[in-house]
């Protein structure tokens, strides 16, 4: 769609954004506040997962925030009365935070979103959901680039929860009737996202100390990804959203190449400057019992059926977000 189809769909739209205040949320507030839709945002804050004010530095006024969890099932109708559309980006993303912590997974995972889609179903049950889904889910690859019929095959914790995220957002759409489409995300990055440490994406942890003149750590190498730029993912969820044909199906959400780590590790060494460098390591063992090996998604369904394909490669998509860090370092590295 074009940025007026965009607008003439948006414009005046009450939109709710879970999980709004971190990477992907607090870019598509952006997004959305320019095309004149009504955006509130809800976000836990829970300094493990993600979020941070500085990512809707500018917008104040011309959004609404509300600091909450999901898991608090009573604050949820409150938020989605009148709400036409919901992005749904709340979630616990660690994969070894999963495995040690399996308890909390589930329950912002699995249970909040049934909370969620519960409380749509009672209290508004015309929204339009969009959900945030992981290429977790599918497990290591039978075959390469995946493809929706992969089997699915989790290989942590956080992977099975998210898969029962979507199944419930599935059958919601198809039985009750609240209009849901999944978006399976790979590797997003971009401004914004999480550079503490590995939690969202090792990529952050890799940009951090690259600006800071720590070598980072490239364990193994040779496993090839597809990565997303968030520009492109905000795409796809604005897309998803506005498109009838997106209702109660699942797609994938790629990046226009594939790419090793170690080709990724040169890339931002030389995009970052003089002092960025790295250490080639050998994979963790705790790491390696769950690692998915290559990695790349068949993006063919979204792009046939919603016309949407990814268009920022790899190297431009860390020249901007290395420049953004380099500007905003000491908002994101404590």
Not at 236 to 250: D, P, Y
Not at 274 to 280: G, I
Request: glycine share 8%; charged share 25%.
């Amino acid at each position: 769609m074009s940025p007026a189809e965009f607008r003439r769909f948006y414009k005046n739209k009450p939109v709710l954004i879970t999980g709004g205040l971190g990477f992907i949320g607090s870019n598509l507030a952006r997004t959305l506040v320019g095309l004149g839709a009504r955006v509130t945002l809800v976000d836990s804050l829970i300094p493990e997962y993600g979020g941070n004010r500085r990512n809707i530095a500018g917008l104040e006024g011309k959004l609404v925030v509300n600091i909450s969890d999901v898991r608090d099932h009573h604050s949820l109708p409150i938020f989605l009365r009148g709400q036409e559309v919901l992005f749904n980006l709340a979630g616990q993303t660690s994969h070894m935070d999963s495995m040690s912590d399996p308890f909390t997974d589930l329950e912002i995972n699995g249970r909040a979103q049934l909370s969620l889609l519960e409380a749509c179903r009672k209290h508004n049950p015309g929204i339009r959901v969009v959900f945030a889904s992981t290429r977790q889910i599918y497990g290591r690859p039978d075959y390469l680039p995946v493809d929706e019929k992969h089997p699915l095959r989790p290989v942590d914790v956080n992977g099975i929860n998210k898969l029962a995220g979507e199944q419930f957002h599935l059958l919601y759409s198809e039985v009750h009737g609240i209009r849901s489409t999944v978006l399976r995300l790979t590797n997003t990055i971009g401004p914004r996202m999480r550079i503490k440490d590995a939690r969202q994406t090792f990529v952050g942890i890799w940009i951090k100390n690259a600006l800071e003149g720590t070598p980072f750590e490239v364990w193994g190498g040779e496993q090839l990804r597809d990565f997303t730029y968030v520009d492109d993912a905000v795409e796809a969820f604005l897309l998803a959203a506005c498109r009838r044909e997106a209702v109660g199906r699942v797609f994938n959400i790629g990046g226009m190449e594939r790419v090793s780590l170690r080709q990724l590790a040169e890339e931002l060494r030389d995009i970052a400057g003089e002092k960025a460098s790295y250490a080639s390591r050998k994979f963790p063992e705790d790491r390696k019992k769950i690692d998915i090996g290559d990695f790349y998604s068949d993006g063919t369904l979204i792009e046939q059926t919603l016309g949407w394909k990814p268009r920022v490669d790899v190297r431009t998509a860390l020249r901007r977000t290395v420049a953004y860090f380099r500007r905003e370092l000491r908002h994101y590295a404590d």
